[in-house]
């Protein structure tokens, strides 16, 4: 067996049928029968002609080294070199460590602890490793400056979200599973690639191009070095500013630098023409994306370090350019959108983690479901309601002419001109329904989903109550102003 297995690679079942297998199962028992020189011995039974010099040189070499090989073998020094071999592989199998250990890629089934437990460990944690006092935090602010060759920075790092990271749990679905962003976040070795190297060389460089430049335009600025800088409000959340601007009129912000295509030989404004490049061309000026996860980077950055704008830098050499947009901080934007999710994440997703890791361990990384839920529906609900009112009473107020005087007999309305159109059905159908994310900025969402049923009212007649189940949301809305969103064109039907 053990002749036939050298043939087939341990291949006990015909998976195929193209003869090899049997093939492999007759050369092995070749083998067994004909000793090393096997080969030149069948050749000659099949063919009738003697084997060629160098087919017989191969196995007659071969026959050799075998013979070589178990003289070697039976040498007392040999065997006894084996046998130690042997008993010390014994003896280090026989431990009680490596009875539990089956190396550092095993993983450990071990029960998880209970919910009480958890959140102890959780809140234990955070007292002791998170939350730090002001004196701590310029502390760490001073002792980090190296950044990436401090050791405290990855450390403190470790235990928060930085502003890096903001946008890829900002811009991420809460019902998708959290193992892989979560080893990322806490178990990954990365130490750099030739790009973030390059980067980090090129850093020094572009803030000197960077204070030239502003001086040309007449202002000028002194940048300081930073530290990693921890929130005094949300000291779980930290950032790390490439500097700190100081302009000759004493305002005070920050500055980040993008060292970007580094072996693509083109310019910005032709990057730009990328959808998924970080700038935006707008009437021949580039600017950062808000829906990009810099941009996100960068408001993290302004509102953990409590400054008021930042100067986003974007440099390329071949050919050379440099851009300086800045950036206003949005605490709206901030407050409603990024600071809501990042909280969910971290203390339902990270800091149990964190506080009782579970990587390495059967059955791995806790899944919380859906880590967040946000309240923004509800209220953007009301919004478009209202804003749905008001176009259906401005358009009966143009429909409808009316002619009321101070006289007491009644008025007598006239007839719209408009044609009564037939009433479109709802239940049942797919549908994209517009939300409205942030009114001031006027910022929405299309968000696709099923409407369910009926619960009062007509289907297609106004002020109907339907039940809405959105993509990825376990439970479905009520929603009374499906009619008029579809006059205001913020309902659009899927399944045409």
Not at 288 to 308: D, S
Not at 391 to 396: E, F, G, K, L, Y
């Amino acid at each position: 067996m053990h002749i036939r297995c050298k043939f087939d690679g341990g291949k006990i079942y015909n998976l195929c049928f193209r003869g090899s297998w049997h093939g492999r199962c007759y050369a092995g028992g070749l083998r067994m029968n004909f000793g090393p020189e096997w080969s030149p011995i069948v050749w000659e039974k099949a063919t009738g002609t003697e084997a060629g010099v160098y087919h017989r040189a191969t196995y007659t070499r071969r026959r050799q080294q075998l013979k070589k090989a178990n003289k070697h073998h039976q040498k007392s020094e040999t065997k006894q070199k084996r046998w130690k071999r042997k008993m010390a592989s014994f003896r280090q199998n026989s431990t009680k460590k490596a009875k539990k250990s089956y190396g550092p890629e095993a993983l450990d089934v071990s029960a998880d602890i209970s919910t009480a437990e958890l959140d102890k460990e959780k809140t234990g944690f955070y007292n002791k490793h998170v939350k730090v006092s002001t004196q701590q935090i310029n502390q760490i602010s001073a002792s980090t400056l190296n950044q990436s060759q401090s050791g405290l920075w990855h450390t403190e790092r470790k235990r928060r979200l930085t502003a890096s990271n903001f946008g890829h749990i900002v811009k991420r679905r809460p019902s998708l599973p959290i193992n892989k962003i979560v080893k990322n976040l806490l178990y990954m070795k990365f130490t750099g690639n030739l790009h973030t190297k390059n980067g980090l060389l090129q850093e020094r460089s572009t803030i000197e191009e960077y204070k030239l430049k502003k001086a040309e335009e007449g202002e000028n600025v002194i940048v300081e070095s930073s530290g990693l800088i921890i929130s005094k409000d949300h000291p779980y959340l930290a950032g790390s500013p490439d500097g700190i601007v100081t302009t000759s009129s004493g305002n005070t912000g920050l500055i980040e630098i993008k060292n970007l295509l580094h072996s693509k030989p083109i310019n910005l404004h032709q990057a730009s023409e990328n959808s998924n490049f970080c700038l935006i061309n707008k009437k021949g000026t580039l600017y950062l994306k808000e829906n990009h996860i810099y941009y996100h980077q960068c408001q993290g950055l302004m509102n953990i370090c409590n400054f008021e704008w930042i100067d986003f830098v974007v440099r390329t050499l071949n050919p050379y350019q440099m851009i300086i947009h800045r950036i206003t901080r949005d605490k709206d934007f901030w407050n409603n959108t990024m600071l809501p999710k990042l909280h969910a994440f971290y203390f339902n997703c990270l800091l149990p983690e964190l506080a009782s890791p579970r990587e390495g361990k059967s059955p791995g990384i806790r899944e919380p479901g859906v880590w967040y839920t946000p309240a923004a529906p509800q209220i953007t609900k009301q919004g478009r309601r209202s804003r749905a009112k008001k176009r259906s009473t401005a358009d009966t107020d143009t429909d409808t002419e009316t002619d009321c005087t101070s006289d007491p007999t009644p008025c007598k309305t006239q007839r719209s001109s408009r044609k009564k159109s037939g009433s479109v059905k709802f239940v049942g159908r797919r549908i994209s329904h517009e939300w409205v994310i942030d009114e001031q900025k006027g910022l929405t969402e299309w968000y696709p989903g099923t409407v369910v049923s009926l619960l009062s009212g007509k289907d297609g007649e106004p002020g109907a109550v339907y039940e809405v189940l959105y993509d990825d949301d376990e439970e479905p809305y009520e929603v009374d102003h499906l009619t008029e969103d579809l006059k205001s064109s913020s309902v659009k039907f899927l399944d045409i």
